[in-house]
């Protein structure tokens, strides 16, 4: 069975313990929420310092353009 929290009625919700501890998320991290059908994703942000290197070698040429899709 997953995993479940209540809103409150300030409109909060506590992360269960078993997600956190899996996830390895800690206090003061900070979350986006983005609309998914019915439903929503909780997504952590990552620091700065975690996206150094991401698009390293990544080219500016021969890249597809919205007006390139079909």
Known sequence: MPETATLSSKFQISIP?????????????????????????????????ELKGLAKGASATDYRDRSDRV
Request: hydrophobic share 45%; charged share 20%; glycine share 10%.
């Open 17 to 49: 313990k078993a997600i956190r501890t899996a996830q390895h998320w800690e206090a003061g991290l900070t979350f986006a929420f983005i609309p998914k059908g019915t439903g929503v994703l909780l997504v952590p942000v990552p620091k700065r310092e």
